[in-house]
């Protein structure tokens, strides 16, 4: 398996839709990366969800999941389900955090996600931070669009296993979903796990990457 390392890294953009999103689609790979570098700044923007409890959620379990880290929380009150019916509002949100922070990674929804929030974002994305490395998380759900990824993180079995229990404890919301369970976060991790010879991992889609062969 051919790895790349991030490098000096800076800043993380954390990018989502809905609260939690971000935690199931890359909770362990923040978890690890804040846990390597004290400080990192963090800067994540949820579009729906402001003003209720589900906000509340969001700012206690992204404490949890960027554990010493610089972190700069905005949860939006845009209506779940009909962001593209507010494209340009969700669009002047993302606009406003580019010209804020100039990230050296960005977790945010794939284009191929079948949610047309988390699809609308993921096109956002690049209209805004157009020469930044994304990351595009993947989320289980009942619609089936996990697809081939091509980027993994792998995962510390007790990252993996924090993960599971923080997503748990901090979405009480989302507790009675069928699919939303400790099994169904684990269960994925190990399959992705497999495919790039770890026992745990997230994986990402990637539309464009660069590489250094001098350095």
Not at 31 to 58: F, I, K, N
Not at 127 to 135: G, I, K, P, Q
Not at 175 to 199: K, N, Q, S, T, V
Request: glycine fraction near 10%.
């Amino acid at each position: 398996m051919i790895g790349l390392g991030a490098g000096r890294l800076t800043g993380i953009v954390a990018l989502a839709a809905h609260c939690d999103d971000l935690a199931i689609g890359a909770g362990g790979s923040l978890l690890t990366v804040c846990a390597a570098r004290p400080g990192l700044r963090v800067d994540a923007l949820v579009l729906t969800g402001g003003g209720t409890a589900r906000e509340d959620e969001e700012r206690a379990a992204l404490a949890d999941f960027c554990p010493g880290a610089d972190l700069r929380v905005t949860v939006l009150k845009l209506p779940d389900g009909y962001l593209p019916a507010r494209w340009e509002e969700a669009k002047a949100a993302v606009e406003d955090l580019r010209s804020r922070t100039d990230p050296g990674l960005i977790f945010a929804p794939w284009r191929g996600d079948a949610h047309q929030d988390h699809r609308g974002l993921a096109k956002l994305v690049p209209t805004a931070f157009r020469d930044h490395l994304t990351l595009g998380y993947e989320i289980v759900k009942w619609d089936g669009d996990l697809a081939a990824p091509s980027v993994y993180q792998p995962l510390a079995d007790e990252v993996a296993a924090l993960k599971a229990d923080l997503l748990q404890r901090h979405y009480a919301s989302q507790r009675h979903r069928p699919w939303y369970d400790r099994e169904a976060f684990l269960g994925l991790a190990r399959i992705r796990g497999i495919e790039c010879h770890a026992r745990y991992a997230e994986a990402f889609h990637v539309s464009k990457l660069t590489v250094d062969l001098e350095n």
